[in-house]
């Protein structure tokens, strides 16, 4: 499944600091991806539909769709987002990144060895400066710089990665048993028990095959 289903969330309003013409405009509200990961850096691998595929159905398709995703995860506010917009940047390195930490994410959770070539490649994209951030009352908002974003949105990324990957929670990383789903995701269920990204998703349909294997005509 693509997982582009739409969203029940209302459009987020840009903050009133903008011109009136922007003032008006909000975030359009397709969802990009469903948010089941319990982690920024794992929902940011499930940005690919059946990723275990050899050609995943791709998710970013642009770098309006990048960003749309960043502001659905609130990593950037809707100002961000419009600011981004008039600097469009190609999604390679981003593209780059997200598969990295996804081959270690699989790694981690038990298909597959963690390579240092990847590593490398967190280690690189994290070391760039951090964002200013944006106060909203008490509360910080990540204000990348217009000529910077992907670099800084990607510097943000490996590095909630890298923190994961290096903390004892990491064992709790799991991968969707769901045929090529392998979307990844925190298990923080007792006994590290779960099985599926979403019972109603691929836990449903293994549930459908299972009743059919069951009762199937001999
Ligand atoms: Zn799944």
């Given at each position: 499944?693509?997982?582009?289903?739409?969203?029940?969330?209302?459009?987020?309003?840009l903050?009133?600091?903008?011109?009136?013409?922007?003032?008006k405009?909000?975030?359009?509200?397709?969802?990009?991806?469903?948010?089941?990961?319990?982690?920024?850096?794992?929902?940011?691998?499930?940005?690919?539909?059946?990723?275990?595929?050899?050609?995943?159905?791709?998710l970013?398709?642009?770098?309006e769709s990048?960003?749309?995703?960043?502001?659905?995860?609130?990593?950037?506010g809707?100002?961000?987002?419009?600011?981004?917009?008039?600097?469009?940047?190609?999604?390679?390195?981003?593209?780059?990144?997200?598969?990295a930490?996804?081959?270690?994410?699989?790694?981690?959770?038990g298909?597959g060895?963690?390579?240092?070539?990847?590593?490398?490649?967190?280690?690189?994209?994290?070391n760039v400066?951090r964002?200013?951030?944006?106060?909203?009352?008490?509360?910080?908002?990540w204000?990348?710089?217009?000529?910077?974003g992907?670099?800084?949105?990607?510097?943000?990324?490996?590095?909630?990665?890298?923190?994961?990957?290096?903390?004892?929670?990491?064992?709790?990383?799991?991968?969707?048993e769901?045929?090529?789903?392998?979307?990844?995701?925190?298990?923080?269920?007792?006994?590290k028990?779960?099985?599926w990204?979403?019972?109603n998703?691929?836990?449903?349909r293994?549930?459908?095959r299972r009743?059919y294997e069951?009762?199937?005509?001999?």
């Amino acid at each position: 499944m693509s997982k582009t289903a739409k969203s029940k969330t209302a459009a987020t309003p840009l903050q009133p600091t903008r011109s009136r013409a922007i003032r008006k405009a909000l975030v359009p509200r397709e969802l990009i991806a469903h948010q089941i990961a319990g982690h920024l850096a794992l929902d940011f691998c499930n940005t690919a539909g059946e990723h275990l595929r050899a050609r995943p159905d791709e998710l970013l398709r642009d770098w309006e769709s990048f960003l749309r995703w960043a502001t659905q995860v609130g990593l950037i506010g809707p100002p961000s987002y419009f600011e981004l917009m008039r600097h469009p940047e190609p999604l390679d390195e981003i593209i780059l990144l997200r598969e990295a930490i996804y081959r270690i994410g699989l790694a981690v959770a038990g298909a597959g060895r963690t390579s240092r070539a990847d590593l490398d490649i967190l280690r690189r994209c994290a070391n760039v400066p951090r964002p200013e951030i944006e106060l909203n009352g008490n509360a910080g908002q990540w204000r990348p710089a217009p000529s910077h974003g992907s670099k800084q949105i990607g510097g943000l990324l490996a590095a909630e990665a890298l923190s994961l990957f290096c903390s004892p929670r990491a064992a709790r990383i799991g991968v969707c048993e769901g045929g090529n789903c392998g979307w990844l995701f925190l298990d923080e269920s007792r006994g590290k028990k779960r099985r599926w990204c979403d019972m109603n998703d691929c836990g449903s349909r293994a549930k459908a095959r299972r009743y059919y294997e069951k009762h199937k005509p001999s």
